[in-house]
């Protein structure tokens, strides 16, 4: 049972740019977590989805994110218009049932220059 | 009041000793408890997670949960070199759905 796979693990974007980061959760799990980290820092939690539905995305700037998790496919965190501020570390998390335990992706490391 | 504290340490142990990492919570309601470790440049990995009451023992790791002080910890008995990272704790609160992560414990196990 292969576990989160997120993809790409490294991203580099020029500013104004769109980043596209995907994660496809563990087999038979339906719940998935974004978190972003920057160096030194904690996990800042940024959206909750389950298949096809956000469940709560308190956490995520109003402004150019968007999170997704279609039925078919994986669960995609979208940045439009990328700032150097947006540089940081994004994981993903799934889990089988709400308030379960999660199981992280390696990440993908975001650097806007 | 944050959701969720920790000492942010730094912790060194010596090698063989008793690690304790340490934890509190502000939502009395709160019901699933976990812990992660992170090294350094690398994801989070789940450890431990503990829902009632009492103590969990999972190898040279117990956690323990005592929800009237609202407080959880883990202890890592003969601690190893390899146990050095950083140590989260994570709660899933009754209100809301996200799980909310301390900041962590820096652990260093002296050899």
């Known amino acids: 049972n292969a576990g989160v796979m997120q993809n790409p693990r490294h991203l580099v974007r020029r500013r104004g740019q769109e980043a596209r980061l995907r994660c496809s959760p563990m087999?038979?799990?339906?719940?998935v977590y974004w978190y972003r980290q920057l160096p030194e820092e904690g996990l800042k939690f940024m959206v909750y989805l389950q298949k096809e539905n956000i469940i709560d995305e308190s956490g995520m700037p109003k402004e150019r994110f968007s999170a997704e998790f279609p039925k078919e496919g994986p669960s995609i965190l979208r940045i439009q218009q990328v700032v150097r501020g947006d540089s940081a570390a994004y994981f993903c998390?799934?889990?089988?049932?709400?308030?379960?335990?999660?199981?992280f992706g390696q990440g993908t490391r975001l650097t806007v220059v | 009041q944050k959701e969720v504290e920790q000492n942010s340490g730094p912790l060194s142990v010596p090698e063989g000793a008793i690690a304790s990492l340490n934890c509190t919570y502000s939502d009395r309601g709160s019901q699933s408890f976990f812990w992660y470790r992170q090294y350094s440049g690398k994801s989070p990995e789940l450890i431990m997670s503990i829902y009632s009451n009492g103590d969990k023992e999972d190898g040279r790791f117990t956690a323990q949960l005592n929800k009237a002080s609202q407080y959880v910890s883990l202890l890592i008995r003969d601690s190893q070199p390899s146990d050095s990272a950083t140590y989260l704790c994570?709660?899933?609160?009754?209100?809301?759905?996200?799980?909310?992560f301390g900041t962590g414990t820096s652990l260093t196990v002296i050899p």
């Open positions: 998390a799934s889990s089988p049932y709400a308030r379960g335990e999660a199981f």
């Open positions: 994570a709660v899933n609160m009754k209100t809301g759905n996200q799980f909310y």
């Open positions: 087999k038979g799990h339906s719940h």
